[in-house]
T-cell receptor, first 116, second 112 residues
Framework: DADVTQTPRNRITKTGKRIMLECSQTKGHDRMYWYRQDPGLGLQLIYYSFDVKDINKGEISDGYSVSRQAQAKFSLSLESAIPNQTALYFC???????????????FGEGSRLTVL | GNSVTQMEGPVTLSEEAFLTINCTYT??????LFWYVQYPGEGLQLLLKATKADDKGSNKGFEATYRKETTSFHLEKGSVQVSDSAVYFCALRTGGGNKLTFGTGTQLKVEL
């Protein structure tokens, strides 16, 4: 089983609908991240969380919200989806510096979202 | 702010050819530098990294040297294989928090 699991892997939805992407991890990491990948733009950081009570905006947080339900779970929501949110979304985790954090991010396999 | 510039792809090579993917960066302070690889249908995974000037990261035959004077971290491999076909991302990190700034990615296609 994957250490970082994202659901759903693929979703097609309509403009205006609410959509939630879920991420769970078994790595025991405190830090979790949501990235968006668009062709020609690389990865852009949407939100990140260093522990259950800590949520921070990334570069492109407008139109998104997140919830850190537990150390192992970090959900991304689009309250009212629009077509330019069509993208590939990645969840990632990282360990804390005190636990030998090497700066490495561990990524899930991605959730492909299409907004019609 | 921080930024990473990679050569545009796709890069198409024959098996056993030499590979170079250029990466240059702009950053405040002293960044750590990374190369991540994304195989088809998968998430990104760390390929190699370097944390200070003149460090060389290496893994699976790939190498990259942190050149502070040219603000570069070019990825090289002496002999590519079909299995190396993937998208390669250069990235940097300044400060804590594992917040990485990624380049746009370079697609590599290796043909027989």
């Amino acid at each position: 089983d994957a250490d970082v699991t994202q659901t759903p892997r693929n979703r097609i939805t309509k403009t205006g609908k609410r959509i939630m992407l879920e991420c769970s991890q078994t790595k025991g990491h405190d830090r979790m991240y949501w990235y968006r990948q668009d062709p020609g733009l690389g990865l852009q950081l949407i939100y990140y969380s260093f522990d259950v009570k800590d949520i921070n905006k990334g570069e492109i947080s407008d139109g998104y919200s997140v919830s850190r339900q537990a150390q192992a779970k970090f959900s991304l929501s689009l309250e009212s989806a629009i077509p330019n949110q069509t993208a590939l979304y990645f969840c990632a985790t990282a360990g804390r510096a005190t636990t030998g954090n090497t700066g490495e991010l561990f990524f899930g396999e991605g959730s492909r979202l299409t907004v019609l | 702010g921080n930024s990473v510039t990679q050569m545009e792809g796709p890069v198409t090579l024959s098996e056993e050819a030499f590979l170079t993917i250029n990466c240059t960066y702009t950053a405040t302070g002293y960044p750590s530098l990374f190369w991540y690889v994304q195989y088809p249908g998968e998430g990104l995974q760390l390929l190699l990294k370097a944390t200070k000037a003149d460090d060389k990261g290496s893994n699976k035959g790939f190498e990259a040297t942190y050149r502070k004077e040219t603000t570069s971290f070019h990825l090289e491999k002496g002999s590519v294989q079909v299995s190396d076909s993937a998208v390669y991302f250069c990235a940097l990190r300044t400060g804590g928090g594992n917040k990485l700034t990624f380049g746009t990615g370079t697609q590599l296609k290796v043909e027989l």
